[in-house]
T-cell receptor, first 110, second 113 residues
Protein backbone atom coordinates (compact mmCIF):
# COMPACT_ATOMS: atom_id res chain seq x y z
CA UNK A 1 0.00 0.00 0.00
CA UNK A 2 1.52 3.25 -1.10
CA UNK A 3 1.06 5.86 1.59
CA UNK A 4 1.38 9.52 2.28
CA UNK A 5 1.56 10.51 5.94
CA UNK A 6 0.84 13.86 7.50
CA UNK A 7 0.48 15.09 11.05
CA UNK A 8 -3.22 15.88 11.34
CA UNK A 9 -2.63 18.82 13.65
CA UNK A 10 -4.20 21.12 14.43
CA UNK A 11 -1.22 23.38 13.96
CA UNK A 12 -1.57 26.88 15.37
CA UNK A 13 0.75 29.64 14.20
CA UNK A 14 0.72 33.36 15.09
CA UNK A 15 -0.02 35.78 12.29
CA UNK A 16 3.16 36.87 10.56
CA UNK A 17 5.13 33.77 11.57
CA UNK A 18 6.29 30.88 9.36
CA UNK A 19 4.01 27.86 9.17
CA UNK A 20 5.77 24.57 8.45
CA UNK A 21 3.82 21.59 7.19
CA UNK A 22 5.42 18.20 6.72
CA UNK A 23 4.65 15.04 4.82
CA UNK A 24 6.38 11.68 4.30
CA UNK A 25 5.73 9.10 1.61
CA UNK A 26 6.38 5.41 1.33
CA UNK A 27 7.32 4.83 -2.30
CA UNK A 28 10.84 5.76 -3.34
CA UNK A 29 9.71 5.62 -6.95
CA UNK A 30 7.39 8.61 -6.58
CA UNK A 31 8.50 11.51 -8.72
CA UNK A 32 5.83 14.14 -8.34
CA UNK A 33 4.44 15.82 -5.26
CA UNK A 34 1.68 18.33 -4.69
CA UNK A 35 0.20 20.52 -1.99
CA UNK A 36 -3.50 21.27 -1.98
CA UNK A 37 -5.33 23.72 0.26
CA UNK A 38 -8.87 23.01 1.41
CA UNK A 39 -10.93 25.62 3.18
CA UNK A 40 -13.68 24.39 5.47
CA UNK A 41 -16.69 23.30 3.43
CA UNK A 42 -14.86 23.75 0.14
CA UNK A 43 -13.07 21.44 -2.26
CA UNK A 44 -9.27 21.15 -2.49
CA UNK A 45 -7.31 23.49 -4.73
CA UNK A 46 -3.77 23.00 -5.96
CA UNK A 47 -1.27 25.51 -4.58
CA UNK A 48 2.15 23.96 -5.26
CA UNK A 49 3.78 21.16 -7.18
CA UNK A 50 7.38 19.96 -6.89
CA UNK A 51 9.23 17.39 -8.93
CA UNK A 52 12.93 17.64 -8.08
CA UNK A 53 15.00 17.78 -4.92
CA UNK A 54 15.38 21.15 -3.29
CA UNK A 55 13.16 24.17 -2.85
CA UNK A 56 10.52 25.72 -5.05
CA UNK A 57 9.20 29.15 -4.17
CA UNK A 58 5.94 30.79 -5.21
CA UNK A 59 5.16 34.01 -3.41
CA UNK A 60 4.84 33.31 0.32
CA UNK A 61 4.88 29.56 -0.28
CA UNK A 62 7.95 27.33 -0.50
CA UNK A 63 7.77 23.61 -1.20
CA UNK A 64 10.75 21.47 -0.24
CA UNK A 65 11.49 17.96 -1.45
CA UNK A 66 14.05 15.51 -0.10
CA UNK A 67 13.82 12.25 -2.00
CA UNK A 68 16.55 10.52 -0.01
CA UNK A 69 14.58 11.02 3.19
CA UNK A 70 11.22 10.70 1.45
CA UNK A 71 9.71 13.85 2.79
CA UNK A 72 8.02 16.91 1.40
CA UNK A 73 7.32 20.10 3.26
CA UNK A 74 5.44 23.34 2.71
CA UNK A 75 6.52 26.59 4.31
CA UNK A 76 4.17 29.55 4.47
CA UNK A 77 5.94 32.82 5.26
CA UNK A 78 4.23 35.83 6.81
CA UNK A 79 1.20 33.70 7.68
CA UNK A 80 -2.18 35.39 7.29
CA UNK A 81 -5.55 34.46 8.81
CA UNK A 82 -6.66 33.63 5.26
CA UNK A 83 -4.10 30.81 5.27
CA UNK A 84 -6.18 28.97 7.87
CA UNK A 85 -7.23 25.77 6.10
CA UNK A 86 -6.44 22.10 5.83
CA UNK A 87 -3.36 21.37 3.72
CA UNK A 88 -3.24 18.11 1.82
CA UNK A 89 0.00 16.56 0.67
CA UNK A 90 -0.22 14.26 -2.35
CA UNK A 91 2.16 12.00 -4.26
CA UNK A 92 1.82 10.55 -7.71
CA UNK A 93 2.43 6.81 -7.74
CA UNK A 94 2.81 5.12 -11.08
CA UNK A 95 2.10 8.39 -12.90
CA UNK A 96 -1.64 7.88 -12.81
CA UNK A 97 -2.95 7.68 -9.28
CA UNK A 98 -2.64 10.63 -6.97
CA UNK A 99 -2.55 9.51 -3.34
CA UNK A 100 -3.40 12.02 -0.65
CA UNK A 101 -2.40 12.30 2.96
CA UNK A 102 -5.12 12.89 5.52
CA UNK A 103 -4.26 16.57 5.76
CA UNK A 104 -2.97 18.99 8.38
CA UNK A 105 -5.35 21.57 9.79
CA UNK A 106 -3.62 24.95 10.10
CA UNK A 107 -4.96 27.84 12.14
CA UNK A 108 -3.35 31.27 11.96
CA UNK A 109 -3.93 33.20 15.15
CA UNK A 110 -4.37 36.98 14.69
CA UNK B 1 -11.06 29.03 -15.61
CA UNK B 2 -11.72 25.31 -15.46
CA UNK B 3 -15.15 24.52 -14.20
CA UNK B 4 -16.06 21.13 -12.79
CA UNK B 5 -19.71 20.91 -11.91
CA UNK B 6 -21.30 18.27 -9.75
CA UNK B 7 -25.02 17.99 -10.19
CA UNK B 8 -26.07 17.63 -6.56
CA UNK B 9 -24.49 19.28 -3.54
CA UNK B 10 -26.53 17.36 -0.98
CA UNK B 11 -28.39 14.07 -1.32
CA UNK B 12 -30.22 11.90 1.17
CA UNK B 13 -30.96 8.34 0.09
CA UNK B 14 -32.18 5.17 1.71
CA UNK B 15 -30.28 1.91 2.00
CA UNK B 16 -30.64 -0.13 -1.17
CA UNK B 17 -31.46 2.79 -3.46
CA UNK B 18 -29.56 3.34 -6.68
CA UNK B 19 -27.68 6.61 -6.65
CA UNK B 20 -26.24 8.59 -9.57
CA UNK B 21 -23.68 11.32 -9.02
CA UNK B 22 -23.03 13.39 -12.12
CA UNK B 23 -19.94 15.41 -12.95
CA UNK B 24 -19.36 17.67 -15.94
CA UNK B 25 -16.22 19.60 -16.88
CA UNK B 26 -16.02 22.30 -19.50
CA UNK B 27 -12.32 22.33 -20.38
CA UNK B 28 -12.07 19.34 -22.69
CA UNK B 29 -10.00 17.40 -20.14
CA UNK B 30 -9.32 13.77 -20.95
CA UNK B 31 -8.80 12.56 -17.40
CA UNK B 32 -11.58 12.48 -14.82
CA UNK B 33 -11.66 11.10 -11.29
CA UNK B 34 -14.01 10.26 -8.47
CA UNK B 35 -12.77 10.50 -4.87
CA UNK B 36 -14.53 10.18 -1.56
CA UNK B 37 -13.42 12.16 1.47
CA UNK B 38 -13.98 10.99 5.01
CA UNK B 39 -12.69 12.43 8.30
CA UNK B 40 -9.45 10.77 9.34
CA UNK B 41 -9.19 8.86 6.06
CA UNK B 42 -8.58 11.71 3.67
CA UNK B 43 -9.28 11.55 -0.03
CA UNK B 44 -9.48 8.07 -1.51
CA UNK B 45 -9.68 7.31 -5.22
CA UNK B 46 -12.71 5.30 -6.31
CA UNK B 47 -12.44 5.26 -10.12
CA UNK B 48 -10.81 7.25 -12.86
CA UNK B 49 -11.10 7.53 -16.59
CA UNK B 50 -8.60 8.74 -19.16
CA UNK B 51 -10.87 8.61 -22.18
CA UNK B 52 -14.45 8.14 -23.26
CA UNK B 53 -15.76 4.68 -22.39
CA UNK B 54 -12.53 3.92 -20.51
CA UNK B 55 -12.43 3.35 -16.79
CA UNK B 56 -9.86 2.22 -14.26
CA UNK B 57 -10.35 1.10 -10.69
CA UNK B 58 -8.90 3.23 -7.98
CA UNK B 59 -8.13 2.14 -4.45
CA UNK B 60 -11.69 1.58 -3.22
CA UNK B 61 -13.94 0.61 -6.18
CA UNK B 62 -16.08 -1.91 -4.32
CA UNK B 63 -19.75 -0.98 -4.32
CA UNK B 64 -19.33 1.62 -7.08
CA UNK B 65 -19.40 1.74 -10.86
CA UNK B 66 -18.83 4.56 -13.32
CA UNK B 67 -19.92 5.65 -16.74
CA UNK B 68 -18.19 7.89 -19.26
CA UNK B 69 -20.25 8.12 -22.43
CA UNK B 70 -19.07 11.63 -23.30
CA UNK B 71 -15.74 13.28 -22.74
CA UNK B 72 -17.11 16.01 -20.52
CA UNK B 73 -19.28 13.81 -18.28
CA UNK B 74 -18.23 11.22 -15.71
CA UNK B 75 -20.89 9.58 -13.56
CA UNK B 76 -20.51 7.64 -10.35
CA UNK B 77 -23.13 4.99 -9.64
CA UNK B 78 -23.96 3.33 -6.38
CA UNK B 79 -26.00 0.30 -7.43
CA UNK B 80 -27.37 -0.35 -3.94
CA UNK B 81 -26.46 2.35 -1.48
CA UNK B 82 -25.31 1.36 1.98
CA UNK B 83 -24.79 3.42 5.12
CA UNK B 84 -21.01 3.07 4.86
CA UNK B 85 -21.18 4.99 1.61
CA UNK B 86 -22.26 8.11 3.46
CA UNK B 87 -19.50 10.51 2.51
CA UNK B 88 -18.39 13.58 0.58
CA UNK B 89 -17.83 12.67 -3.07
CA UNK B 90 -15.46 14.79 -5.11
CA UNK B 91 -15.10 14.75 -8.86
CA UNK B 92 -11.93 16.08 -10.51
CA UNK B 93 -10.42 16.46 -13.95
CA UNK B 94 -6.99 17.08 -15.42
CA UNK B 95 -5.22 17.62 -18.69
CA UNK B 96 -3.49 14.65 -20.37
CA UNK B 97 -0.22 13.71 -18.69
CA UNK B 98 -1.06 15.89 -15.70
CA UNK B 99 -2.46 13.39 -13.23
CA UNK B 100 -1.33 15.36 -10.22
CA UNK B 101 -2.86 18.73 -11.04
CA UNK B 102 -6.49 18.13 -10.30
CA UNK B 103 -9.36 20.57 -10.66
CA UNK B 104 -12.10 19.61 -8.23
CA UNK B 105 -15.83 20.12 -8.31
CA UNK B 106 -17.63 21.48 -5.27
CA UNK B 107 -18.46 18.05 -3.95
CA UNK B 108 -21.61 16.04 -3.34
CA UNK B 109 -22.43 15.19 0.24
CA UNK B 110 -24.34 11.92 0.28
CA UNK B 111 -26.15 10.63 3.34
CA UNK B 112 -27.49 7.08 3.23
CA UNK B 113 -30.08 6.30 5.89
Amino acid sequence: QKEVEQNSGPLSVPEGAIASLNCTYSDRGSQSFFWYRQYSGKSPELIMSIYSNGDKEDGRFTAQLNKASQYVSLLIRDSQPSDSATYLCAALFGNEKLTFGTGTRLTIIP
Amino acid sequence: DVKVTQSSRYLVKRTGEKVFLECVQDMDHENMFWYRQDPGLGLRLIYFSYDVKMKEKGDIPEGYSVSREKKERFSLILESASTNQTSMYLCASTLPGSFGELFFGEGSRLTVL
